[in-house]
């Protein structure tokens, strides 16, 4: 069967190629997009994007039809960097409308079979849930410019996985931020492995849903190394532990397992946004200290005295925990490998 999404999977990175030049040389998108004969949906993008809107807003490029096609099309090429964005993909989360008030079943009811003039019992139905409200996980990575221009196939393959490294862990940081909250079961790992696998599912199998666990890459290296007749599972990517989804997050702090009920976890990831500055200041950290809230001076890096351009790719997502006990945590995780079943 032909995917639906062949004709968009090089937009994203088109777009990049594009804003890039557009921010040198000062000319407009639509021309930039006929002068080097890019993609009929970037050129579409491109010449849609006028003044009134702007490609850098998630929410405003998600009404392009176009945008909305390359986006998914970037997603499911994420290739098993990001664990939401996969078990998402693979109908394991439960998919629901951003700006919606969500809930999910916790109780179902039950059906009878009854002779004629007999009482049906009914049983009852509770329903829990929150709003899905949109959020934004930035992605931003910092490339030479000739890299990021350069219309070789090595070169576009550079950028392309560079890109979705970083929205990869945008995305999972962004969803597990959401998703674990202070009422999520947490507990602290032992030296048992199978002694913490049965607390974390009786917490949250209640035999109805879809499981899947998510660890911390140094969890999944332990994982891999456990001599354990129940299964073992790949330290990267999505595979399968114990008959179940298995998924390697970098968004996860170390030392920590996650399993989830995905019929009772509601999320989506609407739409992407790109934006490029070749002008921004960065502190090239991964935990930026000089924010807002307690700022500390800092070491930062000029892009333009650089010859570097600033790429933001914007994800516009919800996440959402149905119930109390549709996610749970184990923590502090240092299973020796090689440990006996």
Request: hydrophobic content about 45%; aromatic content about 4%.
């Amino acid at each position: 069967m032909p995917n639906p999404h062949a004709e968009h999977a090089g937009t994203i990175l088109a777009l990049v190629r594009a804003l890039a030049i557009c921010e040198r040389t000062g000319e407009p998108p639509g021309d930039i997009a006929d002068r080097l004969r890019m993609p009929a949906p970037a050129q579409r993008i491109l010449k849609a994007a006028v003044g009134a809107g702007s490609l850098g807003d998630p929410q405003w490029a998600g009404q392009l039809a176009d945008m909305a096609a390359a986006s998914t099309a970037f997603l499911q090429g994420l290739g098993g960097r990001s664990a939401f964005a996969s078990l998402l993909d693979q109908a394991i989360l439960t998919r629901a409308p951003l700006r919606s008030r969500v809930g999910a079943i916790s109780e179902g009811v039950v059906g009878a079979v009854n002779g004629e003039g007999e009482a049906r019992p009914v049983s009852r139905m509770t329903l829990s849930g929150d709003s899905l409200l949109p959020q934004q996980a930035d992605a931003i990575i910092v490339l030479s410019r000739e890299v990021i221009e350069n219309s070789s196939a090595a070169s576009q393959a550079f950028v392309s996985r560079q890109l979705r490294r970083a929205v990869a862990k945008a995305l999972d940081v962004g969803f597990f931020d959401r998703l674990i909250t202070s009422s999520t079961p947490t507990f602290t790992a032992t030296d048992d492995h199978a002694a913490d696998l049965k607390q974390m599912l009786n917490a949250t199998n209640s035999g109805e849903g879809r499981l899947a666990w998510i660890a911390a890459p140094d969890v999944a290296n332990s994982i891999a190394l456990l001599n354990d007749p129940r299964g073992t599972a790949s330290p990267e990517g999505v595979s399968e532990f114990l008959g179940l989804p298995h998924a390697v997050s970098p968004g996860l702090a170390a030392g920590t397992l996650v399993l989830l009920d995905g019929d009772r976890v509601l999320a989506d990831i609407e739409s992407l946004g790109v934006d490029i500055s070749r002008f921004a200041t960065l502190q090239m950290d991964d935990a930026p200290t000089m924010d807002a809230v307690t700022p500390t001076a800092t070491a930062t890096v000029s892009l333009w005295q650089t010859n570097t351009v600033g790429v933001k790719v914007s994800a516009l997502f919800g996440a959402v925990a149905g119930t109390p006990d549709a996610i749970a945590v184990l923590t502090d995780i240092e299973w020796p490998a090689l440990a006996s079943g």
